[in-house]
Nanobody, 128 residues
Framework: EVQLQASGGGLVQAGGSLRLSCAAS????????IGWFRQAPGKEREGISC????????YYADSVKGRFTMSRDNAKNTAYLQMNSLKPEDTADYYC?????????????????????WGRGTLVTVSS
């Protein structure tokens, strides 16, 4: 059974940093795609960073490019999202999601269209 658990959210002042973790189980970081999504109250879900092992590319949404960095530890089956220079508009529930064997589509396409497996979110609140 595929399971994803995001953690690391919290309250931070504008300009601060947080690192989110996504612990994955039920599959290995071999043939996979993983992504970070967020949803603020009253807003649509936004795919902010996605990686696909099939093309090795990492996509970042314009809203986070240059401030957020996704990384992965294949040995630990864990993905991370380093968030720097946080802004109040980054306040949202953050989710990690994954596609596993047999998926297709670019990293950008997966970020814009979602993935098959989702974990529970972790709340990030950025105060001004």
């Amino acid at each position: 059974e595929v399971q994803l658990q995001a953690s690391g959210g919290g309250l931070v002042q504008a300009g601060g940093s947080l690192r989110l973790s996504c612990a994955a189980s039920g599959f290995t970081f071999d043939d996979y795609a993983i992504g970070w999504f967020r949803q603020a109250p009253g807003k649509e879900r936004e795919g902010i960073s996605c990686f696909g092992s099939h093309d090795g590319n990492t996509y970042y949404a314009d809203s986070v490019k240059g401030r957020f960095t996704m990384s992965r530890d294949n040995a630990k089956n864990t993905a991370y999202l380093q968030m720097n220079s946080l802004k109040p508009e980054d306040t949202a529930d953050y989710y990690c999601a994954a596609n596993i064997v047999g998926f297709s589509g670019s990293s950008m396409w997966m970020c814009k269209n979602g993935m098959d497996y989702w974990g529970r979110g972790t709340l990030v609140t950025v105060s001004s």
